[in-house]
């Protein structure tokens, strides 16, 4: 891969996590429980796709790893 290439790859994985991101911060927000469950499931399917590999590893949002953590149980459960 083209140094290029790898640059347009870490361009869109920022993108992509920075969208992840936004909606991990609307769904800690919500006070309305539906909402926040959509907005959760909205984050990890967002975060699910975040080429995490272009960034060097895991993305790292601004809030404790705890509610990114308990988002993705809570998907878990949905799952089931």
């Known amino acids: 891969m083209s140094t290029e290439q790898q640059r ?4 869109k994985a920022l993108k992509d996590m920075n969208h992840a991101e ?11 429980p539906h909402k926040r469950l959509m907005l959760g499931l909205q984050f990890i399917a967002a975060d699910e796709a975040v080429d ?9 949002y601004p809030v404790p790893t705890e509610a990114v953590a308990a988002l993705r149980e809570l998907k878990r459960e949905f799952d089931q």
Request: without cysteine.
């Open 8 to 11: 347009q790859r870490a361009e």
């Open 22 to 32: 936004s909606l991990l911060l609307k769904a800690l927000a919500a006070t309305d």
């Open 52 to 60: 995490h590999e272009a960034l060097g590893g895991v993305a790292d």
